[in-house]
Structures are given as C-alpha cells and as structure tokens.
C-alpha cells in the first residue's frame, strides 16, 4: 500500500563531484566506472561497493572476484567467466570470424560506430560483446555462450545474435547441453538499429527449436542483465540461475520510478527478489556455479 512519506521529499545534500573528491586517488577508477578496468595494477586496494570497505584486489582475485567480506560479485570479463566455469583448456570458440557491419554508418555523441567497435576490441580483446563455443564442465561436453557488459555494455547486435543462433543450433544438431551466462546490461545494440532488434526474435527461435529437441538449457544471469538481452534469451532458460544481487530486469528501475510515479518494492529488480517472485530458479555464487551447472546437467539426465 502506498504510505505517504511525511516532511519535504529527501534530496542529496552533497554532490555526487564533491564527494568523489573526499575519495583517495586508488580508489577513484572503481568508484567512477561502476566496475574495475580491466588490468587491475598488482597489490591495488578496491573500494567494495557492496560493503564500503577496502578491500585488497589479489584476495578478491583468488574468490573469482568476490569480495571477502561481504561477497559482492564483482565484475568478470568474458575470459575470466570462461577460465571460472569450463575445465582449463578446454574451450574452442565456435564463429570467431563474424563481424558486424555499419551499415547505419551510425555515429553516436562522441564517435562513430566503427571506431567504438575498434577501440572495444582493442580494450576487451574480444571481436564483440559474446565469446561462443564448445567445452568441458566437469568432463560434461557443453555449448556454452557468455555476453561481457564490458564490450559496449554486453549489447546485443547482429554479431552477438549469429553467434548465439549459430551456437544453439550447434547444440541442437550435437544434442549438447547449452549454458549462457548473461552479462548484458545495455539490451539490444541502438547502434545497429532494428538489425539488433531483430536478434531478440532468431535467438529465441532458435531456443524454441531447440527445445523442441529435448535440450537443456540453463541460463545464467550476472549483473547487469537488462532491457533486450532479458526480454531474449536470458529470460528462456529450462532453469535460470543469477549471481547474488545481480541487477536483472527490462527498463532500469529510475526509468520505472520516473514512468509509474511510485516507490519501488525494496530489492527491486535484485536476484532476490526475482527468487522470491518465481522469476529465478536458484541464487548460485560464483564459487558454486560450476559444480551447480554440472549438477543440474546430471539431474535432468543430459
Ligand atoms: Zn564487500
């Protein structure tokens, strides 16, 4: 029920600029960028954004980047998840040769889309925002696909797309149990404008078909997972796993609040919460996702 709050409306007294200022220097990037860049220096210290605390980045490293004192799932790049979930090297990448076109030769705010294209690549190491391919998981065959929110906010274009059609068609024709593991909180990619939009659609074909089959697919949401990538495939798993407090849901919860004009349930748009209400099967953390996953493949037989 909606309570009215009494007194004048709660307002940030000091500016987010101000106090980034009273940061120390160490901490800045992480507090800036919402996630750690890439090539955290040796023996830097990390500010958690879960509990506040400094936190010595080599000890979160050997928990697959989890905080040790409160858990928080930091951010994992599409490698790191690969190195985290599959047997070591046992991954071989499926369609590494697709590459978008421009065929909007769409420029945003700040550049054009093929220079934001190059210079992601160059950063992430990746051609686009998804690695595919096949692998062991406790010396259980899988396809297994990962989007990394890295890679232009883990968007969804017509690389992503093939890749995750062809991916679960391999799985399909290979009888293969399928795992994708969601990173992707910018949904589908503006800058490809509806060949984007229309990813959503084969790639849930796809899973409708492989479904048909008798496949297994289990999806694994991470934080972010949000607007078309959880309105696709992220959503279509036979079990959904999340990471704890994953951001996880369609429009972003400012947006809602902007749109309806009502507080949000607490948690909202949490793993949690989504447990609670039946979106997501299970809460695994990121210590436990492997021996989940190669559970959950034995129990339904595949
Ligand atoms: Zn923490």
Known sequence: MF???PGPPKIRLIPSNLRLQQIPMAT???TTSKRPKRGVPEGLWQRCPGCGESIYWKEAEKLLNVCPKCEYHFYVSAQERIRHVLDEGTFEEWDAKLR???PLEFVDATKSYKDRLAAEQKRTGLADAAL???GMIRARRVAFGVTDSGFIMGSMGSVVGERLA???ERATDESLPLIIVSGSGGGARMHEGILSLMQMAKVSAALGRYDQAGGLFISVLTNPTMG????????LGDLVFAEPKALIGFAGPRTIKATIRLELP???QTSEFLLEHGFVDRIVSRSRLKSEIARAIDYCGK
């Open 132 to 134: 595919t391919g096949g």
């Open 166 to 168: 062809r991916l679960i």
């Open 3 to 5: 309570t009215p709050t």
């Open 266 to 268: 607490k948690g909202f």
């Open 28 to 30: 800045r990037a992480e």
């Open 100 to 102: 978008t076109a421009d």
């Open 228 to 235: 078309g990538v959880a309105a696709s495939f992220a959503s």
